[in-house]
């Protein structure tokens, strides 16, 4: 008996891909029957954004990329991962060229020309249309870029550093310590940048061998390879943290989802139930002073 179990163990059973298709439909069956299935949700912050899904084409394109809301929705499961999204008005994306790449020979720079200004609803700072020979390209405008201003752009380091004026892209080693700067390269050719958000920069602090230390907006400080490409200036958008909301449907246009309905004003589920305030109490004035006692004696 015992080898002929050890002998069905060994055996294998070879379905048809349409008999296999119906097994795993009739275990997926099975499985939802269950009283409980346990569905693994992404977190959101972890580097996958629920609020909208942009459209890429092949090649890069100025203009504004299709987009589908998700609305705080995983895209797969449509399960709802982040609960303060929803709403808002429609937005049209424009696709960052996030590479400055320019001539790396001696006193060979790439001059750019800025064409318009203009806002960008799914990014805190405004957005640059600049035009290169030919081509057509969108940038993160500076504080005080204006339309018609002439951007260079260089990749050579010489041994003194240069003088930038704002919105030029230099490598860090040809720019001076205390030069402010963003869209910064995280690895030398890397196109994912750091500091995009509005009215933000970083400062060149110092350097030491081949490398150049950053403070970033966080106020902490990395050193980044020399050769990493940075824009100098700060970002537009500087009064963007202080924008003030002023209305319940503002918030809502700008696609937060409300927060009402979370908890009730007659029962108090969640602990918050409106009560009628204690009555009034009146203030007594302090207790008197004990009057101390004098105790006379009498000897006979």
């Known amino acids: 008996m015992q080898s002929l179990t050890r002998l069905l163990a060994n055996c294998t059973l070879t379905l048809h891909p349409q008999q296999q298709r119906v097994v795993a439909a009739a275990l997926q069956q ?11 949700k992404p977190k959101p912050g972890a580097g996958q954004q629920f609020r909208r899904i942009v459209h890429f084409p092949e090649e890069y394109t100025v203009q504004p990329l299709k987009i589908t809301h998700l609305a705080g929705r995983d895209p797969i499961t449509g399960r709802m991962v982040a609960k303060g999204i929803g709403g808002g008005i429609k937005q049209q994306y424009r696709w960052i060229k996030w590479v400055r790449d320019g001539p790396s020979e001696e006193g060979a720079t790439q001059e750019e020309r800025v064409v318009e200004l203009l806002r960008d609803g799914c990014r805190t700072a405004k957005v640059a249309l600049v035009a290169v020979g030919d081509e057509l390209k969108y940038i993160l405008a500076t504080e005080n870029m204006r339309e018609g201003d002439i951007l260079k752009t260089s990749r050579f380091i010489p041994r003194i550093p240069v003088r930038p004026n704002e ?45 150049v ?19 100098v200036g700060r970002l537009s958008n500087i009064e963007h943290n202080k924008e003030h909301v002023g209305s319940a449907q503002r918030m809502r246009e700008m ?7 979370l908890w009730k004003r007659k029962e108090g589920k969640h602990g918050r139930k409106v009560r009628r305030l204690p009555p009034m109490t009146t203030i007594a004035p302090p207790a008197a002073p004990k009057e101390q006692e004098i105790r006379l004696t009498l000897n006979l």
Not at 184 to 197: M, S, T, V
């Open 30 to 40: 099975q499985q939802l029957r269950t009283k409980t299935k346990y569905v693994e």
């Open 167 to 211: 919105g030029d892209a230099y490598p860090l080693g040809a720019l001076p310590a205390g030069t402010r700067i963003h869209c910064l390269e995280k690895n030398p050719g890397q196109p994912c940048h750091l500091i995009h958000a509005a009215g933000t920069f970083g400062t060149i602090l110092r350097k030491f061998d081949d490398k």
């Open 213 to 231: 230390v950053v403070q970033l907006p966080s106020k902490r400080e990395f050193a980044f390879d020399r050769t990493c490409m940075a824009t």
């Open 255 to 261: 696609g937060n989802r409300p927060r009402s309905g």
